[in-house]
């Protein structure tokens, strides 16, 4: 799908899966094998978060948008994502020590920074999964269900299951353990596109699981730099896309979109698990619908290049492999 | 050749190519093509560094087994890095405004934390590449040639690809600009790995070319600190070999061996250029050639895992694909 060139000469070369479904779940156009089966990985925030809004459990804590938005949100641990999480814990009468997701180093460079020469140890609010978790522990006070909310068999994770079966329309053949120790649910990536095209149709005055789909979506777009942070791609893609469309990037190189205007929902995987790739795939497949400009700095920041040495000259370029995304 | 493995799904995978050369540059094993054209990246840094001893440049400047390990190093900028560059090019008369690799954080913690608290920032000394450099930079005194030594037609960069085309016994498709803004010339695996064979068998008493290979190698693995640091493949690599093999990592998940014992040279190239995938890769060859014991730990740390949580509760595993190196 993606190669990169050096002098003239292929260098490195990704190859991947990906789908696009249209409003009924069905196939527009796939590369690779709409079958393969993937772990979503962060890329189905959105779906873990629908239990929290079905149950009434986010209105019951009166969610804003913003703490939708973090609920769905593989964020850079900055400020801006720390403080707001560890507020939504306190009013919870809960803290760091209560989530599962374990401590991270934050990828924003002066939270980084504030920790490194402090002398300070990251806590579980960097976690970029800090706000998914926030969420998990709000589902599980309103079910009064047990503090171990990453086990297979709680209740959240049960509520979890049954959402992410639903709207990806395929029961799971598996599960595997998620970086922040929840369960992360397989499907393929058909399946992960067909769950986008859900949120991407889904009626905000709909059925329950409808308008909370929609709510995520809204929340997710009308606050990008809350989803991910400044320099990373969901962010400058939907800010790039002026709200148009709600992405989402998950690790090993998952990334996908919802296009409620388009009534369509992407989802892309690079077989290598390369970030690079996913994100330069995402951006091809957002260019190729038409709803992010050609002209738009983040084509060549994440799809074209130029890869520059350290001096800043010219050395090589991304380019899209023949047949994808053409 | 390398697969991950994520709660019993095959979540990621990697393809590429390696070889395995005897004495005489034949093909003894091979994986992928052994013809793909590749660039060796920083994995030729020692086919760089011989034009350095061949010229007398490096006798001349007196330079000790320490500085010669440095000019094949891909360090981490630590002290035990940048302060040795930085009196090699005092003795030249020279400093860090002659180099032209361009400014580099450093990976090592402590020389990163010093530059980050102190808000000062990188400078060339800390490029990876600074020791090569500062090999370019004695032999560009030697042969009184000017100072822009990483232009191709320079007579430091005409030296390095004649003998890179002669060790590789291949007459390079082309170049490209690496990194560090030097030239980086292509060959094949197959070249590349008959490279490594030629600086296997090189006679320290042999021809010109054979003594400095021979004094190249020795100087690698008697310092595999300086080769690239602590925590680092290529030290960690050549300390659980006890010297017998020396191996350097490239950009673009190049990895090579060097093996006077058993007399052959190595070059594994990931399709992908992930990292992880050639150090996966290069540690299965070394254990599959008797040089490295199964049981060492770096066999769990780059071959194996576990992969973990951030909780450390174990998420998966890598393994080699069916057909490699098995």
Redo the contacts between chains.
């Keep these: 799908m993606i190669e ?1 060139w ?10 991947g899966h990906a789908v696009i479904c249209d409003d009924r779940g069905e196939i527009v156009e796939a590369w690779g094998d709409p079958d393969a ?3 979503p990985r962060s890329s189905c925030k959105m779906i873990q978060a629908l239990p929290l809004i079905e149950s009434g459990a986010a209105d019951a804590a009166g969610l804003d948008e913003r703490r939708l938005a973090l609920a769905c949100a593989s964020h850079n641990g900055a400020a801006i994502h720390t403080e707001p999480v560890a507020r939504w814990l306190a009013d919870l009468n809960l803290g760091d020590a209560d989530l ?5 180093m934050p990828d924003d460079l002066p939270a980084r ?1 504030e920790l ?2 402090s002398d300070n140890a990251p806590c579980q609010l960097h ?1 970029n999964c800090s706000g998914k978790h926030a969420g998990f522990l709000t589902l599980t006070r309103h079910l009064n269900a047990g503090p171990e909310y990453v086990e297979l068999d709680h209740p959240v994770q049960q509520a979890v299951r049954a959402a992410f079966e639903d709207v990806t329309a395929l029961g799971s ?9 929840a369960p ?1 649910f ?1 499907t393929t990536v058909h399946g992960l596109a067909r769950a986008m095209a859900f949120f991407a149709v889904a009626d905000p005055e709909g059925p329950r699981r409808e308008r909370a789909a929609a709510r995520l979506t809204r929340a997710m777009t009308a606050f990008p730099e809350l989803v991910a942070g400044e320099g990373r791609a969901c962010t400058a893609l939907m800010r790039a896309t002026g709200g148009k469309v709600a992405v989402k990037t998950g690790a ?2 998952v990334f996908v979109a919802i296009l409620p205007s388009l009534r369509r929902g992407v989802a892309v995987k690079i ?4 970030t690079r ?1 996913s994100e330069a795939a995402i951006t091809a497949l957002l260019m190729r619908s038409s709803v992010l400009d050609p002209g738009d700095p983040v084509v060549e920041r994440y799809l074209t290049g130029p890869i520059l ?8 370029e991304m380019k899209l492999a023949s047949g994808f995304a053409a």
Tied chains: 1, 2.
């Design positions: 990169l050096r002098g003239g000469i292929l260098e490195s070369v990704h190859s089966v993937i772990f599962r997701c374990g401590p991270q920074r490194i020469c976690n053949p598996g599960h595997g353990i998620d970086g922040c120790s992360n397989a090993e190189a077989a290598d698990g390369a790739a040495s350290r001096r800043g000259f010219v050395a090589g």
